[in-house]
Structure formats: C-alpha cells, structure tokens
T-cell receptor
Framework: SQQGEEDPQALSIQEGENATMNCSYKTSINNLQWYRQNSGRGLVHLILIRSNEREKHSGRLRVTLDTSKKSSSLLITASRAADTASYFCATAPYNTDKLIFGTGTRLQVFP | DAGVIQSPRHEVTEMGQEVTLRCKPISGHNSLFWYRQTMMRGLELLIYFNNNVPIDDSGMPEDRFSAKMPNASFSTLKIQPSEPRDSAVYFC??????????????FGPGTRLTVL
C-alpha cells in the first residue's frame, strides 16, 4: 500500500490565496519530497526536506515536517492560476533508493 | 542538458500484442525507475535499477511484464502479451542514488499506453 496519504484530495481556491496540503506517512524516513504534476505531464520535483529538518522554504513554497507525527505540509503562498496541478508527497525510506508516492492533492486556482 | 527521454509518447495496440517502452536516463545518474499511473491505483513503482542491476521488482504486476537495463543509458519495459487493464501512463525516472534514501528523481514525459 502507498505510504503517503494526502489531504485534501482536491482543493479549489482563488488567485492570491494560500494553499495548504498535508501528507501523512507510516514508517521512518530519510527524507520527504514534494512533486508537482501538470495534466498530461511527468512529475516535477519541488522541494526535499530531510528527516532532521523541520521547515524549508523555496520561493513561494514552505514545507514543514513533523517526524513525531509522521506528517508534512506544503504551503503555497499567493497562489497563481499557473499553480493549478496535482501535488504529491513522496517518502524516502532508509537504506533504499525507492520513493513511495502519496495519492496526491488536485489543486485548482481560479483567476 | 536533456532530461529523461521516453519513447514512444503514445502507444495504441490490440490485446495480445507485445509492447516495448523505452527510456534514456539523464547522463550520470545511476538509478532508474519505472512507474505506472492510473486513476484507480495512482502512481505505482514497478521496478528500479541501480548501476544497471534490478534491485526491486516487487511492483511488477505479473510475468507478462519484464524490464531490462543493458547499459547505463538505456532501459526497456516490455509487456507481452498486453491486456486492456495494462492501459496507463508509464513513467521512467532517474536519479543519482546514494543508497541511504532516495534523492531527487527526474521524470520523463511518460508513455500513454492504450490496449484495445
């Protein structure tokens, strides 16, 4: 079964608003990554946070990681219509090169 | 630099036919991953290679699926015989792996397979 479960499954907001997506996982990890997928395209890496980090920023993206709760959140600030996509969290277990992808959140940003 | 290259981008075939999907990873990457994405099952890891050696094929659905990586710059995923339930988008991804937890994976554009 997939390790990561995202919440919500779908999110609709207006341009300029913030979007928050959550991810929960089950086992110990080396790192957690977030990817974006535009319709009909491959996944694109957004940000990686290591297990010893609690927060990371990249442009309008802010990721948090709580290893005690086995959860992460992705915040997109000041959203744009171009942010419309599906967002996936992926966990990297120790001692393996695999990524385990979550179910994804479909984000729709209306202009 | 070119990203991960996949071919064909679209494949339509009839049930029972053999299908071969191809992937060229990013030069210098030592790990290659094959995924399948469907609405029902989401994104599933089928198999991954490290230094051209298959490491984990536990996601390969059945014996009809096989994958090879004859060298560092080429991999194939073959389905023989194909069935309608194999219809999906198949992604190839590559990364530089250290064996202590996956680093960033770079995805190709995918092959959309339709089996009639």
């Amino acid at each position: 079964s997939q390790q990561g479960e995202e919440d919500p499954q779908a999110l609709s907001i207006q341009e300029g608003e913030n979007a928050t997506m959550n991810c929960s996982y089950k086992t110990s990890i080396n790192n957690l990554q977030w990817y974006r997928q535009n319709s009909g395209r491959g996944l694109v890496h957004l940000i990686l946070i290591r297990s010893n980090e609690r927060e990371k920023h990249s442009g309008r993206l802010r990721v948090t990681l709580d290893t005690s709760k086995k959860s992460s959140s992705l915040l997109i600030t000041a959203s744009r219509a171009a942010d419309t996509a599906s967002y996936f969290c992926a966990t990297a277990p120790y001692n393996t090169d695999k990524l385990i992808f979550g179910t994804g959140t479909r984000l729709q940003v209306f202009p | 630099d070119a990203g991960v290259i996949q071919s064909p981008r679209h494949e339509v075939t009839e049930m029972g036919q053999e299908v071969t999907l191809r992937c060229k990873p990013i030069s210098g990457h030592n790990s290659l991953f094959w995924y399948r994405q469907t609405m029902m099952r989401g994104l599933e890891l089928l198999i991954y290679f490290n230094n051209n050696v298959p490491i984990d094929d536990s996601g390969m659905p059945e014996d009809r699926f096989s994958a090879k990586m004859p060298n560092a710059s080429f991999s194939t995923l073959k389905i023989q015989p194909s069935e309608p339930r194999d219809s999906a988008v198949y992604f190839c991804a590559s990364s530089f792996a250290t064996g202590v937890g996956s680093d960033t994976q770079y995805f190709g554009p995918g092959t959309r397979l339709t089996v009639l």
